[in-house]
C-alpha cells in the first residue's frame, strides 16, 4: 500500500490561493491515476478532482476554473493549485489512487493537511 504524505494547507484570506502537495512512497507513483479528496466538518469526504497518467482532468464544478490538479511523477509529488478561495473550500484535503477520474478512492489516504478559508 502505497504511503502519501500532503502538505501545503493553511489558513488564508477567501480570495486567496494555495498549493497543496502529495508525495508519495511508490516508484509505482507514474502508473496511478491520483485524485484529491477533502472532508469538511460535519460532512462526508468529496471528490475534488483527479488526473489520469497521461495528464487528462477531471473536476467537481464548484472547484473548475479556480482549482488546478497536476502530477510530477520524477518526484512522485501531486499537486493541487487553488486559486479564488471560498469559505466553503475549508476542509481538510487528502489525497488518494483513484480507479478513475470520476473517483472511486482505492483506500490509501494520507494524513490530510488543513485548508482554512477566513476573513
Known amino acids: 500500500q502505497v504511503q502519501l504524505v500532503e502538505s501545503g494547507g493553511g489558513l488564508v484570506q477567501p480570495g486567496g490561493s494555495l498549493r497543496l502537495s502529495c508525495t508519495a512512497s511508490?516508484?509505482?507513483?507514474?502508473?496511478?491515476?491520483m485524485g484529491w479528496y477533502r472532508q469538511a466538518p460535519g460532512k462526508q469526504r468529496e471528490y475534488v478532482a483527479g488526473?489520469?497518467?497521461?495528464?487528462?482532468?477531471n473536476y467537481r464544478d464548484s472547484v473548475k476554473g479556480r482549482f488546478t490538479i497536476s502530477r510530477d511523477n520524477a518526484k512522485k509529488t501531486l499537486y493541487l493549485q487553488m486559486n479564488s478561495l471560498k469559505p466553503e473550500d475549508t476542509a481538510v484535503y487528502y489525497c488518494?489512487?483513484?480507479?478513475?477520474?470520476?473517483?472511486?478512492?482505492?483506500?490509501?489516504w494520507g494524513q490530510g493537511t488543513q485548508v482554512t478559508v477566513s476573513s
Open positions: 488518494t489512487p483513484i480507479r478513475t477520474l470520476r473517483g472511486d478512492s482505492t483506500g490509501s
Open positions: 511508490s516508484s509505482l507513483f507514474r502508473l496511478y491515476v
Open positions: 488526473i489520469s497518467t497521461d495528464g487528462s482532468t
